[in-house]
């Protein structure tokens, strides 16, 4: 998700969202131990809608093997303005380039999620949605039709439906802070959940886990990261994260039991690993060329620190 910059005379304007004061509740413990690392559904057996990461061919045995999700597919797929698309490695710090995204569409990107058969579902600022590849950032057109119950942009997750569980909904979170919906990944209809009961809420980036729950990346002063319920769109717990602001560009994921935040306030972006629960927060890579917009993780990625 990004702020439109804009020149008016020789001053560079950075439109920002509507800012306010964040509130401080105590938070739930995001360390546990049921990491989720599940196989992928039976009905994936070809390779994912646009080139996603599939099933492995039959084993020698005989048979169809489910096998667990694939590494590329427990860590987190970013994408930038200018449809530069990476899978960032929390556990090594990396950023690795899987390509130029090209869509049909003039548009930029805007925010960005990541299904559990290796799909990122693209939004851009003009409210199309497109699927991309997390194979080879090739990129196809849906039947989404934008601004369904008056959600135009929004930030976008999956969680899972249940702890462990591979099925999973698509969450988005209206730009204008109103609240949630989820839109239904067959259908592609849009149907509102509700609001945040906190009217201070601004923008959001979201991001879900595999043990069903959802979390929000607030554009508020100073900035915030929230759990929010599924199935009220009610905000359960916030959190403000120190010394972290938004600038041209916002994103976020959770990973390995905490959350990493992809910012941009100067040029280029920077990436800072984010303690929930000991709401403590440190810049772990910074100097990026590019200005991230949005990022997704699958629900197949782990919610526990991996082993040292």
């Known amino acids: 998700m990004r702020f439109p910059i804009f020149l008016a005379g020789n001053v560079l304007v950075l439109v920002m969202a509507g800012c306010s004061a964040a509130k401080e509740d105590s938070a739930p413990v995001l360390r546990g ?13 070809d ?17 169809v093997t489910v096998p667990e999700c694939p590494e590329e597919l427990k860590q987190i797929y970013v994408i930038s303005n200018t449809n530069d698309f990476y899978r960032f490695d929390p556990a090594k710090l990396t950023m690795t380039s899987i390509g130029k995204v090209k869509c049909p569409s003039s548009a930029s990107p805007f925010s960005m999620a990541v299904d559990r058969k290796g799909t990122g579902w693209v939004l851009f600022n003009d409210g199309h949605l497109f699927h991309v590849s997390t194979k080879d950032a090739s990129c196809k057109a849906t039947s989404f039709v934008p601004d369904q119950a008056g959600f135009h942009t929004f930030g976008m997750a999956f969680a899972s439906d249940g702890v462990g569980s591979t099925s999973e909904t698509l969450y988005v979170a209206n730009y204008d802070g109103s609240g949630i919906a989820k839109i239904d990944s067959t259908s592609l209809k849009l149907s509102s959940i509700g609001s945040y009961g906190d009217p201070s809420a601004t923008a959001a980036e979201l991001s879900g886990t595999g043990e069903a729950r959802l979390f929000a990346f607030f554009n508020d002063t100073p900035t915030r990261v929230a759990e929010v ?3 009220t769109g009610k905000i359960l717990t916030s959190k403000n994260v120190p010394g972290v602001t938004v600038g041209s560009g916002w994103a976020f994921a959770h990973w390995g039991g905490d959350f ?11 990436v800072t690993q984010y303690d929930f629960t000991k709401g403590t927060a440190k810049t772990v890579l910074s100097g990026l060329t590019y200005t991230i917009v949005g990022a997704g993780v699958s629900t197949c990625a782990p919610t526990a620190p991996p082993p040292k």
């Open 260 to 270: 990493w935040l992809f910012t941009a306030p100067f040029l280029g972006s920077q």
């Open 229 to 231: 319920n599924r199935a």
């Open 33 to 45: 131990d049921a990491g989720v690392d599940g196989g992928l559904p039976l009905d994936a057996g």
């Open 47 to 63: 390779p994912g809608p646009d080139g996603g990461i599939g099933l492995d061919a039959l084993p020698d045995g005989g048979g």
